[in-house]
Antibody, heavy 125, light 112 residues
Framework: QLQLHESGPGVVKPSETLSLMCSVS??????????WGWIRQTPGKGLEWIGN???????YYNPSLHSRVSISMDTSTKQISLRLTSVTAADTAVYFC?????????????????WGQGTLVAVSS | DIVMTQSALSLSVTPGEPAAISCRSS???????????LNWYLQKPGQSPLLLIY???NRASGVPGRFSGSGSGTDFTLRISRVETEDVGVYFC?????????FGPGTKVDLK
């Protein structure tokens, strides 16, 4: 059964760059029937979609974060990475990676079928 | 952006009784394929979201038969035929018809 594991620093200083990694336990990262997303969760704003990456390497980002976010993947190491620049306290959240089933909608999966356990990132000096 | 709303932010249910959770979207989620791009998740305390229902009415693998999804267009309902103690948590709806993908605020279900 697929497992996703997010990792990264628990604390990032304001104005610095948040970098997270998601490790994929199986070979679905190489299959075009799947894509990968990052989602974050805060008590105040709930669940917020950050962005997606497809097997082709195509990426799609939430316009609210677009200028600050980048997602990449390395199929050889079975990892998906997230970078968020110029962080502020508003970026404090639990960050999840998730696997999605590709479909016909540009940039989006049909659904996310598996989520990682999430990693808490606090932005604090 | 498509705005997702869930009218009840909390719901207290009696074990063994049915429950219904509503979700509404600001635009129709009906794709030209005939599928509604609306998915339901349960987030149990301290866990990540678990897929329950995909494309409006399809139960995900391993999800008990007491869960069902219905609705079309802008109005959707998740039903639990007989609530069990393990069903407590927050239920979210999520639309994937267009990006940005958006989520409902969640309905917290607890037991009476």
């Amino acid at each position: 059964q697929l497992q996703l594991h997010e990792s990264g620093p628990g604390v990032v200083k304001p104005s610095e760059t948040l970098s997270l990694m998601c490790s994929v336990s199986d070979d679905s990262i190489t299959r075009s029937t799947y894509m990968w997303g990052w989602i974050r969760q805060t008590p105040g704003k709930g669940l917020e979609w950050i962005g997606n990456i497809f097997e082709t390497g195509s990426t799609y980002y939430n316009p609210s974060l677009h200028s600050r976010v980048s997602i990449s993947m390395d199929t050889s190491t079975k990892q998906i990475s997230l970078r968020l620049t110029s962080v502020t306290a508003a970026d404090t959240a639990v960050y999840f990676c998730a696997r999605g089933k590709t479909g016909v909608v540009v940039g989006a999966p049909r659904w996310f079928d598996t989520w990682g356990q999430g990693t808490l990132v606090a932005v604090s000096s | 952006d498509i705005v997702m709303t869930q009218s009840a932010l909390s719901l207290s249910v009696t074990p063994g009784e049915p429950a219904a959770i509503s979700c509404r979207s600001s635009q129709s989620l009906l794709h030209t394929s005939g599928y509604n791009y609306l998915n339901w998740y349960l987030q149990k305390p301290g866990q990540s979201p678990l897929l329950l229902i995909y494309l409006g009415s399809n139960r995900a693998s391993g999800v008990p038969g007491r869960f069902s999804g219905s609705g079309s267009g802008t109005d959707f309902t998740l039903r639990i035929s007989r609530v069990e103690t393990e069903d407590v948590g927050v239920y979210f709806c999520m639309q994937t018809l267009q990006i940005p993908i958006t989520f409902g605020p969640g309905t917290k279900v607890d037991l009476k």
